[in-house]
């Protein structure tokens, strides 16, 4: 049983920066992948970012390449998603995930999720 929990949300002004956690207990924390997903009111669930735990491979939906950075702490069993250059649209509540599907947007475990408001 992996038990994850996010911090690090709040208000920030477009243009600010914001660095998410995770912290996980519980499980083999660097056997898996784990990811970042996202949804603002109104929308469907959306991924945001995703890094094996073992390789460090990353991968980042279109609307994070180049703003957003996933890494991990193995050794803290924690992950963060660092966010610059926030726009308005990136309002969401985010949400952490272990062993995450992309595809089917669906995860073995996940966060409750922390609030993240961008205003313009």
């Known amino acids: 049983q992996v038990q994850l929990e996010e911090s690090g949300g709040g208000l920030v002004q477009a243009g600010g920066s914001l660095r998410l956690s995770c912290a996980a207990s519980?499980?083999?924390?660097?056997?898996?992948?784990m990811g970042w997903f996202r949804q603002a009111p109104g929308k469907e669930r959306e991924f945001v970012a995703l890094?094996?735990?073992?390789?460090?491979?990353?991968s980042y939906a279109d609307s994070a390449k180049g703003r957003f950075t996933i890494s991990r702490d193995n050794a803290k069993k924690a992950v963060y998603l660092q966010m610059n250059s926030l726009k308005p649209e990136d309002t969401a509540v985010y949400y952490c995930?272990?062993?995450?599907?992309?595809?089917?947007?669906?995860?073995?475990?996940w966060g409750k999720g922390t609030l993240v408001t961008v205003s313009s």
């Open positions: 995930a272990a062993r995450p599907s992309i595809v089917t947007m669906q995860a073995d475990y």
């Open positions: 519980g499980g083999t924390f660097s056997s898996y992948s």
């Open positions: 890094i094996n735990l073992f390789s460090g491979h990353t």
